[in-house]
């Protein structure tokens, strides 16, 4: 055995992270950690790769106890990782990433053609032949960055391989190549730890499972032998409540807005887009085919530069998110880590965020009733944690996910912009979204939803959009509203150049 880790307990103030958890790795094999949100996974990996120090428990590496005391540490022991969010310097270049912390200099300077020939020797088998290591690695997709990043990672430390959630923010394709490499990787005898919230990439890849349960260990075994079902089972302690689809499509309100020629140079081609009150309007495409610019122009974010948005009062004001906002617009973004959470401040304080902003300060909401609205949330979102006073900062990464939606539900906008919401999110707490997407729009909010999911579109919207090279370019109603219209929507003509950088 590789990796051996047993009674591995960790509390933080308040919470019992890590119970007595046990977990093994084999060289060769690839092993998927799974669990709900707040589950232990990222707590586990921490502790061993020396961001965390454990309480009790042991690690034992080919045999030896090791207790690493930074992830420095663990990388010299042979432990690497790649977070979800690329950990490299976006403005250095795909070079000097790959090899920073250990080039080699000469009377104090560094070589920088033996550093390229370094990188380049590092890349080689990944694919990545087309890949110009002279240039910034913020040129490249996230795609590729990740697998930069793996490579840094595997040529730093070389006997395990851990990712956390590495494919949440890639689309099908790039999957499948990141995929190709993890195998060739195993195949080359490194033992990888897997960790995603994605089922079909668990069955896709991995060789064992591993689940945890507030903090608990719940079963070992080999992926082949274990049903979807079964899976889901341990995840929860509970059945699945399937999420109802909205088979019986109620009849949607009367329009609200009008959106006319909105667009963007540079950013997406104008659109026209009618919006009925309690609606939910799927925009389906690739990762960079414009459903982000969508949004961002809708809310101000990125203010159009032409066309019109108006509703029954006149023209709607989008020159900005405070215009966006103040016009009954809202706009949970992709990306939580930049847009979304303020780390250091409380569930509380995060959630009456937004609220407070658009009342004015003048008018401020009291503590209590800051205290209400959350405890609301956390109760409605199932948000894990001890109490509403908790720094979001400290929460699990599917957790602070949830407060941002929370945040803007809060602001009960008449027009919510969800950019997939569910990201990061666990099987329970997903169905826990679409149903609260339905109850909404049942109350009249109109929803813009993006997804990279086709389930998730298919079961939640009315009408689904696709958008392809920075252009709306068709739409599917009722019936057509299945993926394989979707795919060959997305897929016709140009399909091969996809998302590439
Ligand atoms: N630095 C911290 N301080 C306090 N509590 C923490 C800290 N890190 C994690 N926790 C708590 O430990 C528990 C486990 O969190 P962890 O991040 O390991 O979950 P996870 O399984 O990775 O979930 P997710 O799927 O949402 O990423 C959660 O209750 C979380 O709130
Ligand atoms: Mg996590």
């Known amino acids: 055995m590789l990796l051996k880790i047993s009674e591995l307990t960790k509390t933080f103030p308040g919470t019992l992270a890590l119970d007595g958890v046990r977990f093994d790795l084999k060289a060769g094999e690839v092993h998927a950690l799974l669990g709900e949100n707040g589950a232990g996974k990222s707590t586990l990996i921490k502790c061993l790769t020396g961001v965390h120090q454990r309480d009790h428990g042991r690690i034992e590496l080919d045999g030896q106890d090791i207790s690493p005391a930074s992830t420095h540490e663990a990388q010299d022991l042979g432990i690497g990782t790649v977070y979800q969010e690329v950990n490299l310097l976006p403005n250095l270049t795909v070079a000097e990433n790959l090899t920073f912390g250990r080039q080699e200099t000469r009377f104090g300077m560094i070589r920088t053609g033996r550093m390229r ?46 990712l956390d959630e590495p494919t949440a923010s890639l689309d099908a394709r790039e999957t499948e190549t990141l995929f190709d490499v993890i195998r060739n990787l195993r195949d080359q005898g490194l033992g990888i730890i897997f960790v995603s919230h994605f089922l079909d990439q668990v069955f896709e890849l991995s060789d064992r499972l591993t689940v945890l349960r507030n903090g608990r260990h719940i079963v070992t075994a080999d992926t082949a032998e274990t049903s979807r079902l079964d899976l889901v089972h341990h995840m929860l302690g509970h059945e699945l409540q399937e999420a109802e689809a909205r088979g019986t499509r109620r009849a949607v309100g009367e329009e609200v807005i009008r959106v006319r020629g909105l667009g963007r140079r540079g950013k997406i081609d104008p659109f026209d887009l009618t919006v009925h009150a309690g609606e939910v309007i799927g925009l389906a495409g690739l990762l960079g085919s414009g459903r982000t610019e969508t949004a961002d122009v809708l809310f101000g974010r990125t203010p159009p530069d032409r066309g019109t948005a108006t509703d029954a009062d006149g023209e709607i004001d989008l020159g900005s998110p405070r215009a966006a906002i103040a016009a009954g617009f809202g706009y949970a973004p992709e990306d939580r880590k930049t847009d979304g959470i303020i780390a250091d401040l409380s569930i509380r304080e995060n959630i ?49 996910q949830k407060v941002v939606l929370a945040r803007w539900l809060a602001m009960n906008p008449r027009f919510l912009i969800l950019d997939e919401p569910t990201r990061g999110i666990d099987v329970g707490a997903h169905a826990e979204i679409l149903k609260l997407i339905g109850e909404l729009t049942e109350k009249g909010m109109s929803i813009l939803l993006i997804s990279s999911e086709f389930d998730e579109l298919i079961a939640a919207s009315d009408r689904v959009i696709v958008v392809r090279d920075r252009a709306h370019i068709s739409e599917l109603t009722g019936e057509q509203i299945e993926t394989d219209r979707i795919i060959a929507a997305i897929a016709t003509d140009d399909a091969a150049q996809g998302a590439a950088p």
Do not use: F
């Not at 890349?123 to 795609?143: F, I, K, P």
């Open 117 to 162: 020939a370094d990188a380049e020797e590092m890349l080689r088998g990944y694919g990545l032949d087309h890949v110009n290591v002279g240039r910034e690695l913020a040129t490249y997709s996230v795609a590729i960055q990740q697998i930069i990043a793996i490579a840094r990672a595997v040529a730093l430390s070389g006997k395990i391989l851990i």
């Open 352 to 400: 009456a965020l937004a609220l407070q902003a658009r009342r004015g300060w003048a008018s401020p909401i009291s503590r209590s009733e800051q205290r209400a609205l959350a405890d609301g949330y956390i109760r409605t979102l199932d948000i894990r944690t001890t109490d509403a006073e908790k720094a979001v900062g400290d929460l699990s990464g599917g957790n602070q």
